[in-house]
């Protein structure tokens, strides 16, 4: 009986270590990421739509969860990009394009919101957009 417990008891500890390891190393590489939105375009003619983000923080491979546009009754837009994105390693530049006859404006643009999977590390754009 002692045999079988020991060895239960050393699997246990064995994936409980494991799993606190890659946890702490994930919540490292966390606390030094960012990313900012350097800059939002909307194409009124042609009525798209283009995200840029930048790897502000000291992180490699982050990932971008999510990255919407949204307009100015709520509703949102996801980019024409595969989401999500991975490999985001700091300094890089990431362009999300959009089309959509949702935000075809200036006038009806609210936001932009792009999330990473580390939490608490997103940026929301809510300026101006720069339009054409």
């Given amino acids: 009986i002692a045999t079988l417990v020991m060895g239960w008891i050393s699997t246990i500890t ?3 270590q ?3 390891s890659n946890r702490t190393t994930e919540a490292v590489n966390c606390a030094s990421a960012a990313i900012v939105v350097d ?3 909307i194409q009124t003619v042609a009525r798209t739509g283009t995200v ?3 790897s502000t923080g000291q992180t490699d ?3 971008i969860a999510s990255a919407l546009l949204f307009n100015t009754t709520g ?3 996801t980019p024409a990009e595969t989401l999500p994105v991975s490999d985001f390693d700091k300094g890089e ?3 999300f394009t959009y089309s959509s006859t949702g935000i075809n404006s200036c006038a009806n643009f609210s936001k932009a919101v792009v999330a990473t999977n580390c939490g608490g590390v997103s940026a929301i754009f809510d300026r101006t957009p720069k339009c054409t």
């Fill in 61 to 63: 491979d982050l990932t």
């Fill in 18 to 20: 494991t799993t606190v």
């Fill in 14 to 16: 064995r994936t409980t």
């Fill in 93 to 95: 530049i990431q362009t």
């Fill in 75 to 77: 509703n949102s837009v």
């Fill in 39 to 41: 800059d939002v375009y």
């Fill in 52 to 54: 840029i983000v930048r």
